[in-house]
């Protein structure tokens, strides 16, 4: 990868239609430029959070203003002569709205009520709350949000000599989510790609050098990168924020798995209002160049260039299977998992691994053919073993799932069950992906201890699968469970009040 940065006054005359833009009607005209709200009013000052960027994981949305860091207890001013239409007076999102525009994180002047007037650069409005050290300035009501960093108006003046730096390009098949290398790509691919906007000099704080970007896009180029081959959009710009989209189209762009509010990480393959990906059965196989790029509102433009390989061939792996219980008895390690389910699917494999040893594989398609949903090791493990799981199709060679969950057995004093209730994978919690380690973190707390232990889920015991009566402990993992999903459901706790 190479990364280098252009200006391009071409980026900066397209027009998308795919990119939801608000109507210009609503907006007066004095207000197409005006100062800065904190003195000194004609000086370009530090944004630490722009427009349209990623707000997440907890209740995600875009920014509909942009952020403008100062100490708290900073008076701030109206930018332009109006009338006071809003107070909110109260809590950390306290306001003052004066015409066109929201003045958010103040303190309220008590002199000021509803229906003064104010005017530009004379009237303080409020001043920043304590420990908020910045002011969100919105330009617009709901549903007419402008950029206020825009092109030609805006606050003015702003002086943003620095172009964002694009990094961490991953490609995903866009049916399934399954992530492909660089050199196998096929079918309809989605791209991601993190982009720092950068609105502040090199070694300033953090939050004005990794913020969301003005405008972002790809092309597919020959190898060579003289020709361009595919172009989305206008001249490959697919985002284009000079006013805000509806939060509902949010993880359309920013990819709902890695995007955070300081990780800005576009899905340049989609559009605003809808999913989409780059079918690479247009082209032939071979070899090509994938060019994101980024943008700010003053032409400074970030480039990376990754070169991938198109082959056409089935890389559709069997979906991911669930591992249900793994547990220990006198007879041996007894396995038991659900889904893999393809009309392609060979089998499943289990992988074992000792703690501080890499993964093996322990039995495969040969003993775990296509129907099989469980499975008996007579071999008793002496020290802690920890298991996963995957399903593999007929392909030579074959496509394999995403693993299941990791789960583990041992032997000890004690027999303690591992519930693992922790199901929560979307973007509202804190752990974003399909399968995680928990058991086997809390199988090594048991066996340092010299506890024995088996794992389960939580659907196991409640559907009595596995019994509670037979260990000496029980271990309920909930992780970050909380109400959005079902939590410690009813059954669960009948299954517990009676153990």
């Given amino acids: ?43 370009s000052q530090r944004i630490s959070g722009t427009f349209s960027e990623y707000r997440g994981p907890d209740n995600p949305h875009f920014h509909n203003g942009v952020d403008i860091p100062q100490s708290d207890g900073t008076p701030v001013y109206s930018v332009v002569d109006s009338r006071v239409t809003t107070i909110a007076p109260s809590g950390s999102n306290a306001y003052v709205r004066a015409g066109n525009f929201a003045y958010v994180h ?94 502040a000099a090199p070694g300033t704080s953090g939050s004005g050098l990794n913020n969301g970007s003005y405008t972002v896009g790809y092309k597919i180029l020959s190898r060579d990168r003289q020709t361009e081959l595919f172009v989305p959009g206008t001249d490959g710009v697919v985002y284009r924020f000079d006013s805000m989209p509806s939060d509902s189209y949010v993880h359309n762009v920013y990819h709902n798995l890695q995007a955070t509010t300081s990780n800005h990480v576009y899905i340049p393959t989609n559009e605003v209002t809808r999913k989409s990906s780059w079918d690479t059965s247009a082209l032939p196989d071979g070899d090509y160049t994938v060019l994101l790029f980024a943008g700010d509102t003053r032409g400074n433009v970030g480039e990376l260039f990754v070169d991938v390989t198109v082959s056409q061939r089935d890389i559709l792996a069997p979906p991911q299977p669930l591992m249900d219980r793994v547990i220990a008895d006198g007879s041996g390690v007894h396995f038991a998992w659900s889904g893999g389910a393809a009309p392609d699917l060979n089998g499943f494999r289990i992988y074992s691994q000792f703690e501080g040893s890499s993964w093996l594989l322990a039995h495969d398609e040969e003993s775990l053919g296509p129907s099989a949903v469980d499975f008996v090791d007579a071999t008793l493990p002496t020290d802690a073993t920890y298991f996963t799981l995957a399903a593999i199709d007929t392909m030579s060679p074959p496509n394999e799932s995403l693993q299941t969950d990791t789960y583990g057995v041992a032997t000890g004093t004690h027999s303690v069950l591992v519930v693992d209730g922790f199901d929560r994978t979307e973007s509202s919690g804190s752990w974003h992906e399909p399968r995680h380690p928990f058991g086997f973190v809390h199988g090594r707390s048991l066996t340092q201890a010299g506890v024995g232990f088996s794992t389960t ?43």
């Fill in 1 to 43: 990868m190479m990364v280098k940065t252009r200006l391009s006054a071409v980026l900066l005359c397209v027009a998308l239609s795919a990119v939801f833009l608000s109507a210009a009607a609503s907006v007066q005209a004095q207000d197409s430029t005006y100062p800065w709200p904190l003195q000194p009013f004609n000086t």
């Fill in 106 to 199: 103040i303190a309220p002047n008590p002199s000021l009520s509803v229906g003064d007037s104010v005017f530009a650069g004379q009237t303080v409005l409020g001043t920043i709350l304590s420990g908020q050290g910045h002011v969100h300035f919105i330009d617009g009501y709901p549903g007419s949000r402008r950029n206020p960093l825009r092109d030609g108006g805006g606050l003015t003046p702003l002086d943003d000599p620095w172009a964002p730096e694009l990094s961490n390009v991953r490609f995903y098949l866009a049916q399934t989510g399954q992530r492909l290398a660089s050199t196998e790509l096929t079918s309809g691919v989605m791209i991601t790609v993190r982009v720092e906007e950068k609105n």
């Fill in 457 to 499: 889920t939580n659907e196991a015991v409640a559907a009595q699968r596995v019994q509670l009566e037979d260990f000496d402990a029980v271990v309920w993992i909930l992780g970050d469970e909380s109400t959005r999903d079902e939590t410690f459901s009813a059954t669960e706790q009948l299954r517990v009040r009676a153990y």
